[in-house]
């Protein structure tokens, strides 16, 4: 999570949110959350669990 | 934490966004609708807890409350229902109390609220603390990014 903070204090163009899977059950359900961290970019789940910063930022970038 | 806090090279202030009526204990009232980037219509609201015992607005004010506690740069402040909050309770971690996309939706406990302070020690340096490389790619960027990234507190 910490790495999608960092992304977005270095660029006027990046949000980042931590969303509480548990707490939000309504949203978690359409964005088909079984296994956490679940990374969603704009809107479109992407992949779920850590993977290093290079990785990170090719993946979101792509 | 507090030694964290002490090194804050600048000040970073927590907005607690919550649900109307909610800062005062009383249900909130049917709001407009409205959606976000997913589609949820009308703002989704932590359910209460089996036992219904559990304010998780209040548990919130009452973490972000206590880390502002922890640092003299470290600020808290509660807003019902403020503009650009899809989900409440909710803080945004705002460097020298401006919006710069870094929220936390729901409330960090356990082991997600060590997530919460390491978005207020990264937001209290002057620097970012990524690669010069990764930063300059998100510098570069020509539009808009959104992440989200969906956790458990264990």
């Known amino acids: 999570?910490?790495?999608?903070?960092?992304?977005?204090l270095a660029s006027e163009r990046v949000t980042a949110t931590a969303i509480e899977a548990n707490e939000f059950p309504q949203l978690s359900q359409e964005l088909g959350v079984w296994a956490v961290p679940r990374i969603v970019v704009d809107g479109e789940p992407r992949w779920d669990g850590s993977v290093p910063e290079a990785e990170f930022l090719r993946r979101i970038l792509a | 934490m507090r030694e964290w806090f002490a090194e804050l090279e600048r000040p970073v202030e927590l907005l607690?966004?919550?649900?109307?009526?909610?800062?005062a204990g009383e249900a909130g009232d049917a709001r407009p609708e409205r959606s976000d980037a997913f589609g949820v219509r009308g703002p989704e609201e932590t359910p209460r807890a089996g036992s219904g015992d559990v304010d998780f607005g209040r548990e919130m004010v009452r973490v972000c409350e206590g880390l502002a506690e922890l640092g003299e740069r470290v600020t808290c402040r509660v807003e019902e229902e403020p503009e650009g909050f899809p989900r409440f309770p909710a803080v945004s971690v705002r460097p020298e109390g401006r919006h710069v996309g870094v929220r936390y939706d729901g409330l960090p406990w356990g082991y997600e609220l060590g997530s919460l302070v390491g978005a207020i020690v990264?937001?209290?340096?002057?620097?970012?603390?990524l690669r010069p490389e990764s930063v300059e790619a998100?510098?570069?960027l020509e539009s808009d990014l959104a992440l989200d990234v969906f956790v458990t507190p264990t």
């Open chain 1, 1 to 8: 999570m910490l790495l999608a903070f960092r992304m977005a």
């Open chain 2, 138 to 140: 998100l510098q570069a």
């Open chain 2, 16 to 23: 607690v966004a919550l649900k109307a009526g909610s800062a």
């Open chain 2, 122 to 129: 990264e937001a209290g340096r002057e620097e970012p603390t």
